[in-house]
């Protein structure tokens, strides 16, 4: 079945900082591949995507490039804000099959940004 | 104008009882789904309709049962409320394809006490 795994957090920066967060998939076929981001107290908005093989998803200064070789989607930011606080998910959707945009999800990663 | 709106936000309920979740979306998408997210923030599938069609039931308990009136709606009624039950529960709906954005509402947080 799909899986997704992402780093441990809690993860805490300081302003300006740079930002990885490291997710790994495993899944069958052609897996499309997001980030979706919580903010407290929100639902889950959809932070960049990637549908396939090299494709690089990128929004409000973060970007992740699909990396079908390593099976890999990892969120990169070169300089955080107090604003990006908030919960971020990896998740992917199986292309094609009957899943319907399914999602499945990481495990989250709580990111603090100090001032 | 809310994409995905959910009722009500907060619910805090005795064991055994039974209640009632609403999913109301606006985006004309043919596919909803109900979600929970556990107390460590893990967000797991519940089950999936499209056009009013249960596609998608990942082995949850009889207890929960889904209902959609129209494709603009998904509903959740959960009855005997257990203590495990407490969570956020999404609702959230898509066009149904595999690489279409997943639109949420904010979250229902049910407290059985």
């Not at chain 1, 549908?51 to 079908?68: L, M, P, V």
Request: proline residues 4%; contains cysteine; neutral net charge.
């Amino acid at each position: 079945g799909n899986s997704v795994t992402q780093m441990e957090g809690p993860v805490t920066l300081s302003e300006e900082a740079f930002l990885t967060i490291n997710c790994t998939y495993t899944a069958t076929g052609y897996p499309s591949l997001f980030w979706y981001v919580q903010y407290p107290g929100e639902g889950l908005q959809l932070l960049l995507k990637a549908t396939k093989a090299d494709d690089k998803g990128s929004n409000k200064g973060f970007e992740a490039t699909y990396r079908k070789e390593t099976t890999s989607f990892h969120l990169e930011k070169g300089s955080v804000q107090v604003s990006d606080s908030a919960v971020y998910f990896c998740a992917l959707t199986n292309a094609g099959g009957t899943s319907y945009g399914k999602l499945t999800f990481g495990q989250g990663t709580i990111l603090t940004v100090h001032p | 104008d809310t994409a995905v709106s959910q009722t009500p936000k907060y619910l805090v309920t005795q064991m055994g009882n039974d209640k009632s979740i609403k999913c109301e979306q606006n985006l004309g998408h043919d596919t909803m789904y109900w979600y929970k997210q556990d107390s460590k923030k893990f967000l797991k599938i519940m089950f999936s309709y499209n056009n009013k069609e249960l596609i998608i039931n990942e082995t949850v308990p009889n207890r929960f049962s889904p209902k959609s009136p129209d494709k603009a709606h998904l509903n959740l009624h959960i009855n005997s409320l257990e203590l495990g039950d407490s969570a956020v529960y999404f609702c959230a709906s898509s066009q149904g394809a595999d690489n279409t954005e997943a639109f949420f509402g904010q979250g229902t947080r049910l407290t059985v006490v």
